[in-house]
């Protein structure tokens, strides 16, 4: 993921990604980051701000394609559980709520709330569900939990 006329590179781990910044401004994370910045010397290399991330490359190149266009990212019906939970776990760390709400929405049409339970379809007995149940607890999404656990009991 390389914008030439970015202003920002983000290395995360082996990789470094250049965006605008501006890319960025869905996250409240980094608009606080950002507006911090400005009054401080912080590292620069080439004109551009560098931030160091210690995420999975993969997640962030997911995370980016994501927020260039959300509505075409959510839109098929091929995303698979692995690129749901890591869209997820970054939208929740780095409070992007136009990433976060979709792929919530998505986890919840697998795993309704419990008063829905009889809404659930065979996908809510994937093989992620042990999975499911850490992503839940770490993206703080309890609601999901019991219809997790009631697919294990069946």
Known sequence: YWCDDGDLLLVVQDHVFKLKHTALDCSEVFRDMFAFAHSSADEELGGCAVVHLTDAPRDWMLLLQCMDDPHKFWETDDVTYDTLASALRLATKYEIPVVRE??????????????????????????????????????DLPEILPAIFYSLAV
């Open 102 to 139: 979709p792929a919530v929405a998505r986890l919840q049409a697998l795993w309704p709330p419990a008063t829905q339970l009889e809404t659930m379809d065979t996908r809510a007995f994937s093989p992620h569900r042990f999975d499911a149940i850490t992503l839940a607890r770490q993206c």
